[in-house]
C-alpha cells in the first residue's frame, strides 16, 4: 500500500499533460484542446506553450484564450532572405528562426511553430547566391510552384570581373544549354559598371541551379556575388538577410 501511494506522489510531482488539462479546463475533447495549444492560445504561468504533450503540476497557473477556436493550424507560405553561404535545402532551424521575423510583415499572424513543420522549398538557390527563396507547407502553392516552375521568371542581379562587351552579352542573352538541358533565352542587360565589377541584371525563366554560372563561365566572367530579387511576381523587397515574412493572402507568384 505504501508502494502504490509513493507511485502515486511521483505521478502528483510529474503534473498531467497540458492537453488533458485544457480539455478539463475548457470542457472540450483531448483533440480540441490539442488544437487550441497548436494555435498558441494557451499559457501556462503567463508564457504560451505550444506542445500538448508537455506536462503541467496543479499549482501551475493555466489559461485558454477565450475568444480561440479549436481549429487546424492554418498552412503557411513563407518568403526568406537566403544569406549566402547557407544551402536552400539546409536544415529549417538554420534557415527560419523565429526571431528573425521581418518587422515589416504585416500578415498579422502569431509565429507559430507548426508553422515551420512539413516546409518544402520549391525555388532552389546556389548555396553562394543570396536572395529570396520560398518556403510552403499549402499544397495549392506547391503544385503551382512546380507545374510553372519551367515558365516562372527570376529576376537575379549579378556581379562579374571580366569584359563585358556586345559580343559577350550578346551570347548571355541566347538560348543556353545547362547539363545537356535546352533552357529558354535569359534577358541580361549591364545595370552598373565600376571597379573592375559589371553588375548584369539577369530576368531568366525555368532557372536551373548553377545555369548563371555556367552561362557566365562560358564567356569568361567570374561571378563575385549574385542575388535574386525576385520570383514570379513576388519581390524581395522589405527583407534584410536572414528575415523572413509570412506571404499574405493576396499575395501570387
Known amino acids: 500500500m505504501n508502494a502504490d501511494r509513493g507511485r502515486h506522489d511521483a505521478g502528483d510531482d510529474e503534473g498531467i499533460r497540458l492537453a488533458k488539462r485544457v480539455a478539463a479546463q475548457a470542457n472540450c475533447s483531448r483533440r480540441e484542446a490539442e488544437l487550441l495549444i497548436e494555435n498558441g492560445a494557451v499559457r501556462v504561468d503567463g508564457a504560451v506553450v505550444e506542445v500538448p504533450q508537455m506536462r503541467v503540476r496543479p499549482a501551475q497557473q493555466v489559461d485558454v484564450d477565450p475568444a480561440a477556436r479549436p481549429e487546424p493550424v492554418q498552412a503557411v507560405t513563407i518568403l526568406l532572405n537566403k544569406p549566402p553561404k547557407i544551402a536552400f535545402d539546409a536544415p529549417i532551424a538554420r534557415l527560419l528562426i523565429p526571431a528573425q521575423r521581418s518587422e515589416a510583415d504585416t500578415s498579422r499572424r502569431p509565429t507559430l511553430q507548426r508553422h515551420f513543420i512539413d516546409q518544402r522549398c520549391l525555388t532552389p538557390l546556389e548555396t553562394g547566391a543570396s536572395g529570396l527563396i520560398a518556403f510552403t507547407q499549402d499544397p495549392r502553392i506547391a503544385r503551382k510552384l512546380i507545374e ?106
Open 148 to 253: 510553372d516552375a519551367a515558365l516562372m521568371e527570376y529576376e537575379v542581379m549579378v556581379d562579374v570581373t571580366g569584359e563585358v562587351g556586345p559580343q559577350a552579352l550578346h551570347r548571355l542573352n541566347q538560348s543556353p544549354v545547362i547539363d545537356g538541358r535546352a533552357m529558354l533565352p535569359a534577358k541580361v542587360s549591364i545595370g552598373r559598371q565600376n571597379d573592375g565589377v559589371t553588375g548584369l541584371r539577369f530576368a531568366i525563366k525555368g532557372v536551373w541551379p548553377g545555369q548563371i554560372a555556367q552561362m557566365c563561365d562560358e564567356v569568361d566572367l567570374r561571378i563575385v556575388g549574385m542575388k535574386r530579387i525576385r520570383v514570379g511576381r513576388m519581390p524581395l523587397a522589405g527583407l534584410a538577410p536572414g528575415e523572413w515574412r509570412y506571404l499574405l493572402p493576396h499575395e501570387k507568384f
